[in-house]
Nanobody
Framework: QVQLVESGGGSVQPGDSLRLSCTIS????????IGWLRQSPGKEREAVAC????????YYTDSVKGRFAISRDKAKNMVYLHMNNLKPEDTAIYHC??????????????????????WGQGAQVSVSP
């Protein structure tokens, strides 16, 4: 059974940094990409960062480019989201997720929320003065 467990969320001030971690276990199928997606109250869930497993190419949504970085430790089956210069609009629940369908990844895009099929419970990140 695939499990994704996020950790590292918290409450910070604007300009601060946080690192989210995701521990992945139970994988018995190919994973095309691993992403971080977030959902804020009243907003649709959006993918903010993704790493493609075959070539480690990374993709980011425009609002976090230059501030967030996704990385992974293959040996530990962990993925991280390094978040710098946090802003109040980054407040959200952040989910680690797997994209296992290569067709979806290539035709819907690796930043398409609907392409992801396994999700963790999420970690709350709150940014306020």
């Amino acid at each position: 059974q695939v499990q994704l467990v996020e950790s590292g969320g918290g409450s910070v001030q604007p300009g601060d940094s946080l690192r989210l971690s995701c521990t992945i276990s139970g994988i018995t199928l190919d994973v095309y990409a691993i992403g971080w997606l977030r959902q804020s109250p009243g907003k649709e869930r959006e993918a903010v960062a993704c790493i493609v497993t075959s070539d480690d190419n990374r993709y980011y949504t425009d609002s976090v480019k230059g501030r967030f970085a996704i990385s992974r430790d293959k040996a530990k089956n962990m993925v991280y989201l390094h978040m710098n210069n946090l802003k109040p609009e980054d407040t959200a629940i952040y989910h680690c997720a797997l994209l296992t369908d290569r067709w979806k990844g290539q035709h819907m895009g690796v930043l398409a929320e609907g392409a992801y099929d396994y999700w963790g419970q999420g970690a709350q990140v709150s940014v306020s003065p």
